[in-house]
């Protein structure tokens, strides 16, 4: 069954730094979701991505973050200069269409020093 | 916007009885409510959904209630096993494609062997 896959699983970075999260949705997917989920607490969504443009955004995507699918395949989530209150676990999720299951990746988990 | 909240926090049962997870949503616009099961570390995965056209569904031992006039729905878990024990969430979504989901704050489930 397909998934969908992110990379790296884990990461460290200075606080100030940039960092990309890549995710590869299922393949005939076309809604892309980002979500993050600090330790012990809920998932909370980030932005949905449709068409090559940003459908809908939370008030937590600010303009330190940005998405974009950079080919067919990949979507990526770029932290222009990480803070310490980004570290969390952060979840790719793509799904077929309207009212369709959303199916997450297994995350990466990004700590902020 | 939407806001979901899920109660309890730790449910604690005996193997074989039964367990109940409530939420209730605050925007009656609202009308896809899925479940997610998240396993320590582990991405969350879907392990039932409801559309606000239907007020029940059921899947082997695992239902899902829907009450649209009180806004609140409800995950019943039946003949509980150990593997069932994990952190149970709920969602609710406008249900379009780009909507992203808002989750609960997560039921810790315990399975008492």
């Known amino acids: 069954e397909p998934e969908v896959t992110q990379t790296p699983s884990h990461q460290v970075t200075q606080m100030g730094q940039e960092v990309i999260l890549r995710c590869v949705p299922i393949?005939?997917?076309?809604?892309f979701y980002w979500y993050r989920q600090i330790l012990g607490q809920k998932v909370e969504f980030l932005v949905s991505f449709y068409n090559n443009e940003i459908s809908e955004k939370s008030e937590i995507f600010d303009d330190q973050f940005s998405v974009e699918r950079p080919d067919g395949s990949n979507f990526t989530l770029k932290i222009r200069s990480t803070k310490l209150e980004d570290s969390a676990m952060y979840f790719c999720?793509?799904?077929?269409?309207?009212?369709?299951?959303?199916?997450f990746g297994p995350g990466t988990r990004l700590l902020v020093l | 916007g939407e806001n979901v909240e899920q109660h309890p926090s730790t449910l604690s049962v005996q193997e074989g009885d039964s367990a109940v997870i409530k939420c209730t949503y605050s925007?009656?616009?609202?009308?896809?409510f899925p479940w997610y099961k998240q396993e320590l570390g582990k991405r969350p995965q879907l392990i039932i959904d409801?559309?606000?056209?239907?007020g029940e569904k059921k899947d082997q031992r695992i239902a899902v209630t829907l009450n649209k006039t009180a806004k609140h729905f409800s995950l019943h878990i039946t003949e509980t096993q150990p593997e069932d024990s994990a952190v149970y969430f709920c969602?609710?979504?406008?249900?379009?494609?780009?909507?992203?989901?808002?989750f609960g704050k997560g039921t810790h489930l315990i399975i008492q062997p």
């Open positions: 409801i559309r606000s056209n239907v």
């Open positions: 393949s005939n997917h076309l809604y």
């Open positions: 925007d009656s616009a609202s009308n896809y």
């Open positions: 999720a793509s799904s077929a269409g309207q009212s369709q299951t959303q199916y």
């Open positions: 969602a609710a979504s406008l249900g379009g494609g780009a909507d992203g989901l808002t």
